[in-house]
């Protein structure tokens, strides 16, 4: 498969503050972006009143209420989210040497997409009653269910990329997303109209759906993958330049494939079982962070990245929950108003792609 993704330039005295530089700026966005986030919905509330919801003055008010169990969650699953789909995307396109590499492109969220299908085909047909015994587990339940799909599907494509080129295998990975969605449409069949619905709004994507509760169990995997994500920096940043380059200085190759789809989806399964299959944000983020830096090592973008990908789904979580008069609108729906012309201006803008390379 042909490096489309550019390679590791060298160091220059620019870089050494570029990234603090643009860090900070990166934090001061968030900042101001989650603050918007907690003052604007359907009911605007003033800065003040956030403070003071935040600090527990009026404990029980109704504007307390709104800040801290409804759009705090929200906000910080955002920022969680939005951080681990763009560090997905980094780790999936420099493992496959793909620009277009990430959780949608090569089918893994098709596994989060069926698995929640089948989920609510179990609730019709045994009924809540009886899945209500596993209440206690449903969040490991879940997550492990999203996890084993994406899992299969990861490894299926790792095994391809070895023998199939750029073009090849995302067309692949379409069709498994196409594949994905057949059956889901003949699994949904078997259901009821509200337990359609119920799907159709999980897919849909929100991080509004997370609650205090959640956390338990969504922040460990994530802490796992962004700590995997950190150690395997330096030797991602070798596997850039080839296989064999990456040996040279003593990469062992196929445990480093192996541990790199353990860190994806460590980092894509919590969100898309918590979340639903949220698009775009790991396709593009890289590359936004890539034409930042003006690098391409992979320990610099790590945070980086992150730091972008979060700002860019508070950003449009912050649009979805605007006091529209009619209903909300959809996350992904956004982001691909967002991401689709990063994505053409891609195509038209690599020689590779374009060549089907």
């Not at 972006?33 to 003055?57: E, K, T």
């Not at 969680?80 to 763009?86: I, K, Q, R, V």
């Not at 380059?245 to 789809?261: D, H």
Request: proline share 5%; with cysteine.
């Amino acid at each position: 498969m042909s490096a489309a993704v550019s390679v590791p330039s060298g160091p220059s005295w620019h870089r050494t503050w570029r990234t603090p530089g643009l860090l900070a700026a990166l934090v001061a966005l968030l900042i101001v972006a989650a603050i918007a986030g907690l003052c604007i919905g359907q009911v605007v509330l003033s800065p003040a009143q956030v403070m003071q919801g935040l600090l527990g003055a009026g404990e029980g008010s109704i504007e307390s209420r709104i800040v801290v169990e409804l759009r705090l969650p929200r906000v910080v699953a955002a920022v969680t989210g939005g951080s681990a789909l763009a560090l997905a995307g980094l780790l999936m396109q420099a493992l496959f040497r793909n620009p277009l590499a990430d959780a949608w492109s090569l089918g893994l969220m098709a596994g989060g997409q069926l698995r929640a299908a089948l989920v609510v085909v179990a609730g019709a047909v045994v009924g809540p009653a009886a899945l209500s015994v596993l209440a206690g587990l449903e969040g490991i339940g879940v997550v492990s269910g999203s996890a084993l799909g994406m899992l299969l599907i990861a490894t299926a494509m790792a095994g391809l990329a070895r023998r199939v080129g750029t073009v090849t295998l995302l067309v692949l990975g379409l069709m498994l997303g196409f594949m994905a969605q057949g059956l889901i449409s003949v699994l949904l069949h078997f259901t009821n109209r509200s337990q359609a619905r119920a799907f159709a709004s999980w897919n849909d994507a929100t991080f509004a759906s997370v609650v205090w509760t959640d956390f338990a169990t969504l922040l460990p995997p994530l802490l796992l993958g962004l700590a995997l994500a950190v150690a395997l920096s330096k030797p991602l940043t070798a596997l850039l330049l080839g296989d064999t380059y990456a040996e040279s200085l003593g990469v062992n190759v196929p445990r480093l494939r192996r541990l790199v789809l353990v860190a994806v989806i460590l980092l894509a399964a919590p969100i898309t079982a918590y979340c639903g299959p949220v698009a775009f944000i790991g396709l593009i983020t890289p590359h936004l962070a890539r034409a930042a830096m003006g690098s391409a090592r992979i320990g610099p973008l790590v945070a980086v990245t992150a730091a972008m990908g979060a700002t860019l789904a508070l950003a449009a979580d912050l649009v979805v929950h605007l006091p529209w008069s009619q209903h909300f609108l959809h996350l992904n729906a956004i982001l691909a108003i967002l991401g689709a012309p990063v994505v053409i201006v891609l195509l038209l803008g690599s020689r590779a792609m374009r060549e089907g390379g």
